[in-house]
């Protein structure tokens, strides 16, 4: 009750505040629809924690820069036609009406088991000991890479962390390899979560995880930092409702750490900003700091009016399709015999089979082919092929993949493993490729790492028993 109290009043307060600075009738909609989605989210944070990092990301990339502009508090230096914004408005309601009413629907306490048996058999031990194991193999090369690409984005600049970087990266075969092997780590870390270790267990392995996040953003890849913690989280609060007896996650504590920890990462990141391109320090503000990283990190909205307004001079892709863009890269691409394309160049963005490249190429021009890019969306590849039935069944996909973790039961491990890998992809999906997930699970040092694990578990399990 108290909840939809909140809920009403916040509202209320969206809608005069947008009515006295002539906001656009349709986001004032939106903007209440997300503050509702929040606060349900947040009553029963332990079970709906994905839904609260989904509804986060999806503001930050698709709503924060519109809600600074269209709530008067940070001027724009582009305008589009009302037809480009009200498309925007319109995919993002239906993507949030969508999600909540899936998630919602699925994650209902009819339909979810809660507690889950806290002692292990003799294959989930074997899982949790060969995952920590990696983990701990993999991390120095995870930590050794991002400092390096680090340190060469200082020397070199931003841009060249997407075309000189991976070049010279490649080039090497040392530093390769420790790339590759890094790559794993984040998965190993997945896998030793999905058994449900203890407390002191889990922050021991877990705080590595977070000091290579935070490195992270010294890479310039603020979004993967903001991604790993929310996933950290999202760990705490899936363990604390599967094991109730044990305070995992509180929520009024962790509310306080985000009210001092959020603006504090938006602030630090503007910050790392500055330092990179050599800019006054005496310039930042930490009101304009926190207002900057909402407006930087919004441009996935304006993508979408981008693409709305040049998608008739959008190449069509050859699968016909742009959500079908992971059957063009990895394993599902040598297996089906497609050619993989890479880099910064037409052929890639003519028949590379991905909006990323695709739009970047159709409205940035030569500025495209030095490096520069756009970034993508789950809704401008969903509206493209499908229009909006696409961006409202693609929301409710998302919702139901993440919802699998909660539905899960004790001997679905695998599965549930699976199910914490591909969290960071859907969380990043507002700004990234529909089938990012499938990619990140089809990758081979992902189904390496993956099927190293749960085999030698097997095997173990098979000579114990034997």
């Known amino acids: 009750?108290?909840?939809?109290?909140?809920?009403?009043?916040?509202?209320?307060?969206?809608?005069?505040?947008?009515?006295?600075?002539?906001?656009?009738?349709?986001?004032?909609?939106?903007?209440?629809?997300?503050?509702?989605?929040?606060?349900?989210?947040?009553?029963?944070?332990?079970?709906?924690?994905?839904?609260?990092?989904?509804g986060l990301t999806f503001?930050?990339?698709?709503?924060?820069?519109?809600?600074?502009?269209?709530?008067?508090?940070?001027?724009?230096?582009?305008?589009?036609?009302?037809?480009?914004?009200?498309?925007?408005?319109?995919?993002?309601?239906?993507?949030?009406?969508?999600?909540?009413?899936?998630?919602?629907?699925?994650?209902?306490?009819?339909?979810?088991?809660?507690?889950m048996p806290i002692s292990l058999s003799t294959y989930e031990a074997t899982v949790r000991k060969y995952a920590s194991l990696g983990f701990y193999l993999t991390m120095p090369f995870a930590l050794i890479s991002t400092i390096l690409v680090s340190w060469m984005v200082f020397q070199f600049g931003y841009g060249a962390r997407y075309l000189d970087i991976p070049e010279m990266m490649a080039?090497?075969?040392?530093?390769?390899?420790?790339?590759?092997?890094?790559?794993?780590?984040?998965?190993?870390?997945?896998?030793?979560?999905?058994?449900?270790?203890?407390?002191?267990?889990?922050?021991?392995?877990?705080?590595?995880?977070?000091?290579?996040?935070?490195?992270?953003?010294?890479e310039g890849a603020?979004?993967?930092?903001?991604?790993?913690?929310?996933?950290f989280g999202a760990m705490l609060a899936y363990i604390q409702y599967r094991r109730p007896g044990e305070k995992w996650f509180e929520k009024k504590r962790y509310a306080r750490w985000a009210i001092i920890g959020i603006p504090v990462i938006m602030i630090a990141s503007v910050a790392i900003k500055v330092a990179r391109s050599g800019e006054d320090w005496s310039k930042i503000d930490a009101t304009e700091a926190m207002t900057d990283f909402?407006?930087?990190?919004?441009?996935?909205?304006?993508?979408?009016?981008?693409?709305?307004?040049?998608?008739?001079?959008?190449?069509?892709?050859?699968?016909?399709?742009?959500?079908?863009?992971?059957l063009y890269s990895g394993l599902p691409a040598r297996i089906l015999g497609n050619k993989v394309y890479s880099g910064y160049n037409e052929e890639h963005a003519l028949k590379g089979n991905s909006m990323t490249h695709a739009l970047a190429y159709t409205t940035m021009g030569s500025a495209y082919l030095a490096g520069q890019g756009t970034g993508s969306s789950y809704i401008i590849e969903t509206y493209y092929d499908f229009g909006y039935l696409g961006v409202t069944l693609g929301s409710a996909l998302y919702a139901f993949l993440l919802s699998l973790l909660i539905r899960s039961s004790k001997k679905?491990?695998?599965?549930?493993?699976?199910?914490?890998?591909?969290?960071?992809?859907?969380?990043?999906?507002?700004?990234?490729?529909?089938?990012?997930?499938?990619?990140?699970?089809?990758?081979?040092?992902?189904?390496?790492?993956?099927?190293?694990?749960?085999?030698?578990?097997?095997?173990?399990?098979?000579?114990?028993?034997?």
């Open 1 to 54: 009750m108290k909840s939809i109290v909140v809920a009403i009043l916040s509202s209320l307060v969206l809608i005069l505040w947008g009515i006295e600075v002539k906001a656009d009738p349709l986001f004032i909609v939106d903007m209440c629809v997300w503050v509702c989605m929040m606060i349900s989210a947040y009553s029963g944070i332990e079970r709906n924690f994905l839904q609260f990092a989904f």
């Open 59 to 115: 503001f930050t990339f698709l709503m924060g820069r519109e809600f600074l502009e269209q709530y008067s508090l940070y001027s724009v230096e582009k305008t589009f036609l009302p037809d480009a914004n009200n498309h925007l408005y319109l995919c993002v309601l239906l993507g949030l009406l969508s999600f909540w009413g899936t998630f919602s629907y699925l994650n209902q306490r009819k339909h979810v088991s809660g507690k």
């Open 171 to 218: 080039s090497n075969p040392v530093v390769y390899i420790c790339d590759k092997i890094g790559i794993m780590m984040s998965s190993c870390f997945c896998i030793f979560s999905s058994t449900l270790p203890e407390k002191r267990e889990f922050y021991r392995v877990g705080r590595w995880y977070l000091l290579y996040s935070f490195l992270t953003v010294f």
């Open 222 to 231: 603020r979004g993967t930092f903001l991604i790993n913690f929310l996933v």
């Open 294 to 326: 909402l407006y930087q990190q919004g441009v996935s909205g304006l993508n979408i009016k981008r693409a709305y307004e040049v998608q008739s001079n959008i190449p069509k892709p050859e699968s016909g399709f742009y959500t079908l863009e992971f």
């Open 412 to 466: 679905n491990l695998f599965l549930r493993s699976l199910s914490i890998m591909i969290i960071g992809n859907i969380l990043w999906a507002p700004r990234a490729a529909f089938t990012d997930f499938l990619q990140h699970l089809f990758a081979p040092t992902i189904m390496f790492v993956t099927a190293f694990i749960f085999l030698s578990a097997s095997n173990t399990k098979y000579k114990l028993t034997a």
